[in-house]
């Protein structure tokens, strides 16, 4: 039992007073756990009793916590085992999205290889085509190349010839009035003095000559025989038939040029 310790009077205690009830304070308490630890020993079914409760209390506690531990591993699994099969099912439908774009890419190149082989006859057939279009086009513009030189020739040597039989008209008429156009290479014939002095050259003699009679070839078979001589007779004089042949020429020349234009 603690002890009591008032004060005498009303004067306050002094400090050896204060220090005695300090001291009797302390051997109070002292003797109280002596008190108890000699109960316990007089009573040890009261500390066994004891520390069963602390195990029961350590063990309900730790009980509690497993139990808690193993609903948060139920609920982890349970979870885990929901996103899986969500995965699974998500995995599942894009797996069949990307089959079903396979066979479509895979139909696409089937019909992209079909196509490339249609275009790949296609421009065999072109370049065949174009093969032959250039070795056609190569023999007009060479035909066309000889037969302009030729007409400008002709044009050239007929132009020359008017000029030259021109002066000479000029200087004596009489003489080329008795030329008998009804047979122009005879008549050339007999001009051949007058070419020749005008430097018109035998090459080029020969040349005029040859369109003349050209010319003459195709008068006679447009015309016919009896009509031919007829037309040479009126035609006028060799000049005129000069002038016709280069006129003719010039209009072969234009024609020709013209098509070839409208040909590229």
């Known amino acids: 039992q603690a002890l009591r310790l008032e004060p005498s009077g009303s004067q306050p205690p002094s400090p050896h007073t204060q220090l005695d009830a300090m001291k009797a304070a302390v051997l109070a308490i002292v003797l109280g756990a002596c008190r108890g630890a000699a109960a316990a020993a007089a009573n040890p079914l009261g500390t066994v009793l004891s520390l069963i409760e602390e195990l029961e209390a350590k063990t309900i506690k730790e009980g509690e916590a497993a139990a808690k531990a193993y609903a948060e591993y139920t609920e982890w699994c349970d979870d885990t085992a929901t996103s899986g099969v969500h995965a699974v099912k998500t995995a599942t439908t894009q797996k ?131 009509a031919a001589a007829t037309y040479k007779t009126h035609s006028g004089g060799i000049l005129d038939v000069l002038e016709d042949l280069k006129e003719k020429a010039e209009e072969q020349l234009h024609a020709l040029r013209k098509a070839e234009t409208n040909s590229r």
């Open 96 to 226: 069949e999205k990307l089959e079903a774009k396979i066979g479509e890419l895979t139909s696409s190149i089937d019909v992209s290889a079909s196509k490339i082989e249609e275009l790949g006859a296609a421009v065999a057939q072109a370049d065949a085509e174009l093969k032959n279009a250039t070795l056609i086009r190569d023999k007009e513009v060479a035909d066309f190349s000889a037969s302009e030189a030729e007409l400008v020739d002709a044009v050239d040597t007929l132009g020359r010839a008017i000029t030259v039989l021109g002066k000479e008209m000029a200087k004596n008429p009489a003489s080329l009035a008795q030329v008998d156009t009804a047979n122009m290479a005879g008549a050339l014939q007999a001009l051949s003095a007058v070419l020749d002095g005008a430097g018109f050259m035998g090459g080029d003699q020969k040349k005029l000559a040859a369109l003349v009679q050209s010319q003459q070839g195709e008068d006679d078979e447009d015309l016919g025989a009896p």
